[in-house]
């Protein structure tokens, strides 16, 4: 228990569909972010959110949209999706003041996009 | 252009035995460098954080060396368990700019009985 939660875990969606994917850090972080993994790649950042006002938008394309409502919770709303942006999306949070800057990560949503 | 490599890819060793996971950097300016383990199907879980000033950090079966020199770091794990079989992605950290974190691509390592 890293004290981020994602759900869903597994999501399977067509490329038309509209999801959204949830993140809730319970560890008092200022800072959330949106990570995508795919096989034999780096984790590649999307979204940084940091006392809730976004600060990093990676060059991800617009059909994927982020929502931070609070400093505990972040979206990620997905919408005509590609297949290849099937992967594993991970949802981390820090304390931007920490020396260290520790992620703290959850479990993950492993998308699918038929 | 700032870089995380890591070797092996992979790796399968008995249980029981000693393995060494290696990670070389060329991030600049350094501000310090993360192991982290990641169970398949799991979130990656951060092992050690080493700084510039510290050489070698144990936590446990797991021992991170770094070398800040050569711009390189291992990680070393003593008397491996079937539980350890995991990835392990090394991660540098930049002491400036928005997007300060790099990663490697991680090492796949299989601990068979």
């Known amino acids: 228990e890293t004290g981020v939660t994602q759900t869903p875990r597994h999501l399977v969606m067509g490329m038309t569909n509209k999801k959204s994917l949830k993140c809730e850090q319970h560890l008092g972080h200022n800072a959330m972010y949106w990570y995508k993994q795919s096989a034999k790649k780096p984790l590649e950042l999307m979204f940084v959110y940091s006392l809730e006002e976004r600060v990093e938008n990676n060059s991800v394309p617009s059909r994927f949209s982020p929502e931070c409502p609070n400093s505990s919770h972040l979206f990620l709303h997905l919408h005509t999706l590609q297949p290849e942006d099937s992967a594993l999306y991970l949802c981390?949070?820090?304390?931007?003041?920490?020396?260290?800057?520790?992620?703290?990560f959850g479990e993950g949503s492993r998308l699918t996009v038929l | 252009k700032n870089q995380v490599e890591q070797s092996p890819q992979s790796l399968i060793i008995l249980e029981g035995k000693n393995c060494t996971l290696q990670c070389n950097y060329t991030v600049s300016p350094f501000s310090n460098l993360r192991w982290y383990k990641q169970d398949t199907g799991r979130g990656p879980v951060s092992l050690t954080i080493?700084?510039?000033?510290?050489n070698t950090k144990s936590n446990g079966r797991y021992t991170a060396t770094l070398d800040a020199d050569t711009k390189q770091s291992s990680l070393h794990i003593t008397a491996s368990q079937l539980s350890d079989s995991a990835s392990y992605i090394c991660?540098?950290?930049?002491?400036?700019?928005?997007?300060?974190?790099?990663f490697g691509t991680g090492t796949r390592l299989t601990v068979i009985p």
């Open positions: 080493m700084t510039f000033s510290e």
């Open positions: 981390a949070s820090s304390q931007v003041t920490s020396v260290s800057g520790e992620l703290f």
């Open positions: 991660v540098v950290s930049r002491q400036t700019g928005a997007n300060n974190l790099f």
